[in-house]
């Protein structure tokens, strides 16, 4: 089963390009033009055991808004790509993060009906030059576009940089884990409707 994808979208505000390969071994090569954001998806990439190659080139002279969300669109999307109808995996995942003083838990259920709780807040207005602002805006972005319906919270944590990383390192994890290929499932989509 392939389950790898490259997918790109341009806009007016953005452009940006995806590879993407759910059995990879968490490789990563990202290059967004926000520093703090390419740290948090190595991150990402290397926890999820997923390879992803990104480039995303974006109106930074306005703000980070756009290539923040967009990247966040289009990692999704080539999320939701890869898993081919969601047919064969686990579904649910879960984990527990913690980074010195903060712990984040996330748990996702890959369900195709897509919907962000989060419950996440930080001490500062910018990690580096990213607004955290616009984590929420990237996680949202991408449930939406992946179809995935994820719970995100820190449980406790004062640190700005743990708060956010600990939060992507958690996705990360819940995702590893849901997209499993699970032998009982037969290949086909986990639910009782027969598709997802």
């Known amino acids: ?103 984040t838990r996330c748990v996702v259920d890959l369900s195709n009906r897509p919907y962000l709780i989060w419950k996440v807040e930080f001490s500062r207005p910018k990690v580096g030059e990213m607004d955290t602002e616009l984590f929420k805006e990237f996680h949202h972005a991408f449930a939406m576009n992946a179809g995935a319906c994820v719970h995100l919270e820190t449980l406790y944590g004062d640190n700005s940089h743990h708060i956010a990383e600990s939060g992507f390192k958690a996705l990360a994890r819940s995702l590893r884990e849901a997209v499993e290929i699970d032998p009982k499932t037969q290949g086909l989509a986990p639910s009782t409707k027969g598709v997802l």
């Open 1 to 103: 089963m392939n389950r790898s994808v490259n997918l790109s979208r341009d806009t007016k505000e953005t452009r940006i390009s995806v590879a993407l390969d759910l059995d990879g071994v968490g490789k990563a090569d990202i290059a967004t033009g926000v520093g703090f954001l390419d740290h948090m998806l190595d991150s990402f990439a290397r926890h999820a055991g997923f390879d992803l190659r990104l480039r995303a080139e974006g109106d930074l002279h306005i703000d980070m808004h756009h290539t923040v969300e967009d990247t966040g669109i289009v990692l999704g999307q080539a999320f939701r790509r890869a898993l081919n109808g969601f047919a064969g995996i686990r579904r649910f995942g879960a984990a527990y993060i913690p980074m010195d003083e903060t712990l």
